[in-house]
């Protein structure tokens, strides 16, 4: 009969994968990520923990001895972050992403009211998902990643015509403009897009992402690029607006997806 006092259970085998569950735990990514001043990491926990309840309060009180932009950017932010990489690594799911963005939209809405003019942006982006496709989450999920990052974004919504993206685009003059399919047979109006944009002048990176869109088709048309997944889409942008045109983002695609440069 085995004793189990005297078992070393730490030497006993485990599956493969428990040991690489627990990095990436809600709390083993904090201790990780989160802001060593507790003035922020208090504001960044609430996000990350999703207590919408919370937010105010702990905004409202870092505003006593912190900037708004400090809050915005090195709590609520980084947050946020936090919660991408939870999202990245299968720990959290569409609707911890959905309340951590209202939480962090509470928090932001509270401290940008604090600066002269409001939150200067990073630049505009319109969304879509394709002409004739109902499917938009994997849009929604992206959007809230680019408005943590500080970015302006013009969602268009599901089903958009191909006709009011080109007027879209051409009107606000975004740094880039998205699609979405999860069929194939509405992919096809991506390319659609870009040839129009392309006959009217217009030159910016067209990115196609989605379920029923790879690398390939992506750049199989003028202006595409490609996104695997959401939380690829701000440092795609961040390059951008550094200068890069559709063609570079192509070439340098997985050194940017990569964190490599």
């Known amino acids: 009969m085995i004793d189990y006092k005297k078992v070393d259970f730490g030497k006993i085998l485990k599956r493969y994968d428990v040991d690489a569950q627990n990095e990436t735990t809600p709390e083993a990514v904090a201790k990780k990520m989160l802001p060593a001043d507790p003035v922020l990491k208090e504001v960044a926990e609430t996000v990350l923990y999703m207590k919408f309840k919370d937010v105010g309060p702990a905004t409202t009180k870092a505003l006593q001895s912190k900037q708004p932009l400090d809050i915005i950017n090195n709590g609520l932010v980084v947050g946020m972050e936090c919660v991408a990489k939870l999202y990245a690594e299968h720990i959290y799911y569409l609707p911890e992403i959905m309340m951590a963005a209202k939480t962090m939209e509470i928090g932001i809405a509270i401290a940008e009211k604090q600066i002269p003019g409001g939150r200067e942006t990073k630049g505009t982006v319109v969304m879509h998902a394709a002409e004739g496709d109902p499917h938009d989450i994997g849009k ?13 974004v013009i969602d268009m919504g599901k089903d958009v015509a191909v006709v009011d993206v080109v007027a879209k685009v051409k009107e606000v003059k975004p740094i880039m403009v998205t699609g979405t399919a999860l069929m194939t047979t509405t992919m096809t109006a991506f390319p659609r897009a870009a040839e129009k944009l392309v006959a009217d002048g217009v030159e910016l990176p067209f990115m196609a992402a989605g379920g029923a869109v790879n690398r390939d088709f992506a750049e199989s048309f003028p202006l595409g690029i490609y996104s695997e997944k959401a939380p690829q889409t701000p440092p795609i942008a961040d390059k951008i607006l550094a200068g890069y045109d559709w063609k570079r983002i192509r070439d340098e695609w997985d050194n940017i997806v990569n964190g490599e440069e």
Do not use: E
């Open 140 to 152: 929604n999920i992206a959007a809230v990643m680019l408005r943590s990052s500080g970015y302006t």
